[in-house]
């Protein structure tokens, strides 16, 4: 008798589980669609909400998490969305990268600032700019002077604010080889494919002459 009664109280606890489980799946989705409703009234792009989403979906991550970051999303693009109203022909792009600003605390007073300062062509990479900035621990209002200044400076100095420093990585070699006025090949000690009829000149201070200056390159 025990045995039954047991049985019977897992049964229905069991049974009670199983619809509050099903219901917290059903409440992600409510609140992911609240999220979206809410975009669209705001004018808010639900595409942007809606990719994330789907982001979300094929990396497996549960739904309650995806619920959650779609209402960080919407209220983070909402959020620029006011700081760049008023502004002509903002695109999703602008929006998007607006509401990376906004996620990584950039105050919405500054990202207007710079909305305004940004003639359109360059206010998605100037906001960008300013973001990867203030990352780096840059105060806020010295990034926006930065920003400020490279765009009167033009696209190139922009995009080495955002890029970090312009003598690193493929700016430096980007540099060189345009200096050079030629493409890359194989390095000084190795030669090319099929041969070189010119011997190259040793790299290392000191290095032994060209093995091959004794002898004919024909």
Same mark, same amino acid.
């Given at each position: 008798?025990?045995?039954?009664?047991?049985?019977?109280?897992?049964?229905?606890?069991?049974?009670?589980?199983?619809?509050?489980?099903?219901?917290?799946?059903?409440?992600?989705?409510?609140?992911?669609?609240?999220?979206?409703?809410?975009?669209? $009234?705001?004018?808010?792009?639900? $595409?942007?909400?809606?990719? @994330?989403?789907?982001?979300?979906?094929? @990396?497996?991550?549960?739904?309650?998490?995806?619920?959650? =970051?779609?209402?960080?999303?919407?209220?983070?693009?909402?959020? =620029?969305?006011?700081?760049?109203?008023?502004?002509?022909?903002?695109?999703?792009?602008?929006?998007?990268?607006?509401?990376?600003?906004?996620?990584?605390?950039?105050?919405?007073?500054?990202?207007? =600032?710079?909305?305004?300062?940004?003639?359109?062509?360059?206010?998605?990479?100037?906001?960008?700019?300013?973001?990867?900035?203030?990352?780096?621990?840059?105060?806020?209002?010295?990034?926006?002077?930065?920003?400020?200044?490279?765009?009167?400076?033009?696209?190139?100095?922009?995009?080495?604010?955002?890029?970090?420093?312009?003598?690193?990585?493929?700016?430096?070699?980007?540099?060189?080889?345009?200096?050079?006025?030629?493409?890359?090949?194989?390095?000084?000690?190795?030669?090319?494919?099929?041969?070189?009829?010119?011997?190259?000149?040793?790299?290392?201070?000191? +290095?032994? +002459?060209?093995?091959?200056?004794?002898?004919?390159?024909?």
């Amino acid at each position: 008798m025990k045995t039954f009664i047991a049985v019977a109280i897992i049964t229905l606890l069991t049974a009670g589980a199983l619809p509050a489980f099903a219901q917290g799946g059903q409440g992600a989705q409510e609140r992911i669609d609240t999220a979206i409703a809410h975009a669209r $009234s705001q004018g808010v792009p639900v $595409s942007l909400l809606e990719s @994330k989403m789907a982001e979300g979906k094929a @990396k497996g991550v549960p739904l309650d998490r995806i619920a959650a =970051a779609i209402e960080r999303r919407e209220a983070s693009l909402e959020r =620029a969305a006011q700081a760049m109203k008023g502004h002509e022909s903002i695109t999703d792009a602008d929006l998007s990268v607006g509401g990376d600003a906004v996620e990584a605390g950039v105050s919405t007073a500054v990202l207007k =600032a710079v909305t305004d300062s940004a003639p359109r062509e360059r206010r998605a990479v100037a906001i960008a700019a300013l973001t990867e900035l203030i990352q780096r621990g840059t105060a806020p209002d010295a990034a926006l002077a930065r920003v400020r200044e490279a765009l009167k400076r033009g696209p190139d100095a922009l995009a080495a604010v955002g890029g970090g420093d312009p003598h690193d990585h493929g700016a430096a070699r980007g540099s060189e080889g345009n200096a050079r006025g030629a493409t890359q090949g194989p390095p000084a000690n190795v030669p090319a494919p099929g041969g070189s009829s010119q011997p190259r000149k040793p790299s290392t201070p000191g +290095a032994p +002459a060209n093995p091959g200056n004794g002898r004919s390159g024909r």
